[in-house]
């Protein structure tokens, strides 16, 4: 069992910065692959960023590719998103996944075993 604990989001302007965070609990989060979703209000879950659970290859969704960076950590058990160049369209609920091992459909938030709570990011005009 994998509980996910995310942090970090809230209010930025156009063009600013938020780091997400999101804790694991357990002694096995280096087995993980772990991943990045945000849901809109009125749309559906979009796949943000991926990562291997060595953390040595990552993914990312076309609407973030250059402006976002995952990262882990795996003796604090956490890993990051760095969002950079916000723009309103990123507003949404950001949410933290976990895989067991691998997944090759990243994308597809039903491959993920767990989920976090989520943590609002809103970005103004």
């Known amino acids: 069992q994998v509980q996910l604990v995310e942090s970090g989001g809230g209010l930025v302007q156009t063009g600013g910065s938020l780091r997400l965070s999101c804790a694991a609990s357990?002694?096995?989060?280096?087995?993980?692959?772990m991943g990045w979703f945000r849901q809109a209000p009125g749309k559906e879950r979009e796949f943000v960023a991926h990562?291997?659970?060595?953390?040595?290859?990552?993914h990312y969704g076309d609407s973030v590719k250059g402006r976002f960076t995952i990262s882990r950590d795996n003796a604090k058990n956490t890993v990051y998103l760095q969002m950079n160049s916000l723009k309103p369209e990123d507003t949404a609920v950001y949410y933290c996944?976990?895989?067991?091992?691998?997944?090759?459909?990243?994308?597809?938030?039903?491959?993920?075993?767990?989920w976090g709570q989520g943590t609002q990011v809103t970005v103004s005009s």
């Open positions: 357990g002694r096995t989060f280096s087995s993980y692959a």
């Open positions: 996944t976990a895989v067991k091992y691998y997944t090759s459909s990243y994308s597809n938030p039903l491959q993920y075993d767990y």
């Open positions: 990562i291997t659970w060595s953390g040595g290859t990552t």
